[in-house]
């Protein structure tokens, strides 16, 4: 079990725009170019990238969900009362 994930998210009011965005993703959009486009969270500067992040930093949702995907995995959306998170796992240790 994973005890550190680098994980970068994509942050949207919409839970229909999380899926649209999901959606682009899947098709082989960058997520890093969505994330600077369209997330509410300042790591979108970044591409959504939030850095590397231990068991307790996060909400417990992003948490869990983060935590149970598999590196390149992109898991969502995942509702918190931030709104709906799309996590891309970069690496997980």
Known sequence: MATKVHAAHILV???N????LLARIKSGESFEAI?????MCP???KGGDL???GK?????KF?????????????GPVKTEFGYHLIKIIDSQ
């Open 13 to 15: 009011k919409d839970q």
């Open 43 to 45: 790591s979108k500067s």
């Open 17 to 20: 725009k999380a899926y649209e």
């Open 56 to 60: 307790g930093q996060m909400v417990k």
């Open 35 to 39: 994330a600077k486009q369209y997330s």
């Open 51 to 53: 850095g590397t992040f």
């Open 63 to 75: 948490e869990d969900a983060a935590f149970n995907g598999k590196k390149g995995d992109v898991v």
